[in-house]
Protein backbone atom coordinates (compact mmCIF):
# COMPACT_ATOMS: atom_id res chain seq x y z
CA UNK A 1 0.00 0.00 0.00
CA UNK A 2 1.44 3.38 -0.80
CA UNK A 3 1.84 6.42 1.24
CA UNK A 4 -1.61 7.78 0.58
CA UNK A 5 -3.38 4.36 1.50
CA UNK A 6 -1.08 4.10 4.59
CA UNK A 7 -1.86 8.17 5.86
CA UNK A 8 -5.50 6.72 5.60
CA UNK A 9 -5.80 3.75 7.42
CA UNK A 10 -3.34 5.94 10.46
CA UNK A 11 -6.71 8.70 9.54
CA UNK A 12 -9.21 6.04 10.34
CA UNK A 13 -7.33 4.48 13.18
CA UNK A 14 -7.20 7.74 14.84
CA UNK A 15 -10.96 8.73 14.60
CA UNK A 16 -11.96 4.68 16.07
CA UNK A 17 -9.25 5.33 18.81
CA UNK A 18 -10.73 8.86 19.86
CA UNK A 19 -14.53 7.83 19.46
CA UNK A 20 -16.31 7.09 22.48
CA UNK A 21 -18.12 4.02 20.98
CA UNK A 22 -18.21 2.00 17.45
CA UNK A 23 -18.18 4.06 14.92
CA UNK A 24 -19.97 2.97 11.49
CA UNK A 25 -18.31 3.75 8.35
CA UNK A 26 -20.22 6.91 7.16
CA UNK A 27 -19.31 8.16 10.59
CA UNK A 28 -15.49 7.33 9.68
CA UNK A 29 -16.85 9.48 6.50
CA UNK A 30 -17.89 12.41 8.15
CA UNK A 31 -15.20 12.40 10.05
CA UNK A 32 -11.92 12.21 6.99
CA UNK A 33 -14.08 14.68 4.96
CA UNK A 34 -13.06 17.64 7.52
CA UNK A 35 -9.84 17.63 5.78
CA UNK A 36 -10.83 15.57 2.94
CA UNK A 37 -13.70 16.83 1.51
CA UNK A 38 -14.41 14.99 -1.64
CA UNK A 39 -13.49 11.80 0.44
CA UNK A 40 -15.76 8.89 -1.27
CA UNK A 41 -17.20 5.65 0.57
CA UNK A 42 -15.54 3.14 -0.84
CA UNK A 43 -12.44 4.49 -0.30
CA UNK A 44 -13.40 4.15 3.43
CA UNK A 45 -14.79 0.91 2.85
CA UNK A 46 -11.24 -0.32 0.86
CA UNK A 47 -9.64 0.95 4.29
CA UNK A 48 -11.48 -0.34 6.64
CA UNK A 49 -11.39 -3.65 4.75
CA UNK A 50 -7.52 -3.30 4.83
CA UNK A 51 -7.53 -2.39 8.40
CA UNK A 52 -9.89 -5.23 9.53
CA UNK A 53 -7.20 -7.76 7.16
CA UNK A 54 -4.69 -6.80 9.60
CA UNK A 55 -6.26 -7.20 12.97
CA UNK A 56 -6.02 -3.40 13.95
CA UNK A 57 -9.96 -2.91 14.15
CA UNK A 58 -13.40 -5.37 13.92
CA UNK A 59 -16.20 -5.15 12.62
CA UNK A 60 -19.17 -5.36 14.77
CA UNK A 61 -21.41 -7.34 12.96
CA UNK A 62 -24.71 -6.63 15.18
CA UNK A 63 -24.39 -2.85 14.85
CA UNK A 64 -22.36 -2.65 11.27
CA UNK A 65 -19.65 -0.62 13.00
CA UNK A 66 -16.04 -0.57 13.96
CA UNK A 67 -14.14 -0.42 16.61
CA UNK A 68 -10.13 -0.23 16.70
CA UNK A 69 -8.18 -3.69 18.82
CA UNK A 70 -8.23 -3.05 22.01
CA UNK A 71 -5.60 -6.37 22.83
CA UNK A 72 -1.57 -5.86 22.11
CA UNK A 73 -1.81 -9.41 20.38
CA UNK A 74 -1.66 -9.42 16.69
CA UNK A 75 -3.87 -11.42 14.53
CA UNK A 76 -6.64 -13.03 16.59
CA UNK A 77 -10.08 -13.46 17.13
CA UNK A 78 -11.99 -11.87 19.53
CA UNK A 79 -15.17 -11.83 21.41
CA UNK A 80 -16.44 -8.89 21.52
CA UNK A 81 -19.09 -8.10 24.75
CA UNK A 82 -21.73 -5.05 24.15
CA UNK A 83 -23.74 -3.53 26.83
CA UNK A 84 -27.10 -2.89 25.25
CA UNK A 85 -27.98 -0.12 28.04
CA UNK A 86 -24.88 2.10 27.52
CA UNK A 87 -23.38 0.98 24.69
CA UNK A 88 -19.87 0.19 25.35
CA UNK A 89 -17.99 -2.50 24.02
CA UNK A 90 -14.98 -5.01 25.44
CA UNK A 91 -13.04 -7.50 23.67
CA UNK A 92 -12.26 -10.60 24.84
CA UNK A 93 -9.58 -13.28 23.61
CA UNK A 94 -10.48 -16.99 24.25
CA UNK A 95 -8.65 -18.93 21.86
CA UNK A 96 -9.55 -22.07 23.69
CA UNK A 97 -13.25 -21.29 22.86
CA UNK A 98 -12.39 -20.83 19.14
CA UNK A 99 -10.61 -23.23 19.04
CA UNK A 100 -13.28 -25.53 20.43
CA UNK A 101 -15.91 -23.58 18.32
CA UNK A 102 -13.98 -24.13 15.17
CA UNK A 103 -13.66 -28.29 16.32
CA UNK A 104 -17.53 -28.36 16.96
CA UNK A 105 -18.21 -26.82 13.54
CA UNK A 106 -15.58 -28.65 11.63
CA UNK A 107 -17.47 -31.89 12.97
CA UNK A 108 -19.87 -31.40 10.34
CA UNK A 109 -17.36 -30.67 7.48
CA UNK A 110 -17.94 -26.96 7.56
CA UNK A 111 -14.64 -25.04 7.33
CA UNK A 112 -14.44 -21.73 9.23
CA UNK A 113 -12.38 -18.87 7.66
CA UNK A 114 -12.76 -16.18 10.31
CA UNK A 115 -14.82 -15.81 13.62
CA UNK A 116 -17.12 -13.28 14.90
CA UNK A 117 -18.53 -13.45 18.50
CA UNK A 118 -20.88 -10.97 19.53
CA UNK A 119 -22.52 -10.98 22.80
CA UNK A 120 -25.24 -8.65 23.97
CA UNK A 121 -26.04 -7.86 27.48
CA UNK A 122 -25.33 -5.48 30.28
CA UNK A 123 -21.80 -4.62 31.26
CA UNK A 124 -20.73 -4.28 35.20
CA UNK A 125 -21.15 -0.56 35.25
CA UNK A 126 -24.52 -1.02 34.14
CA UNK A 127 -25.99 -4.42 35.98
CA UNK A 128 -27.86 -3.52 39.46
CA UNK A 129 -25.38 -4.26 42.13
CA UNK A 130 -27.35 -7.33 43.42
CA UNK A 131 -27.34 -9.30 40.07
CA UNK A 132 -23.82 -9.24 40.04
CA UNK A 133 -24.17 -11.43 43.67
Request: aromatic residues 4%.
Amino acid sequence: MGKRGEALQAEVLDALRSADGPLSAYDILAELRSTTPKMAPTTVYRVLAALTEKSLIHRLESLNAYIPCQCEEAGHEAIISICDDCGSVEETVAPELLATMAEAIGSKGFSAKRHVVEVHGTCADCSPEDATQ
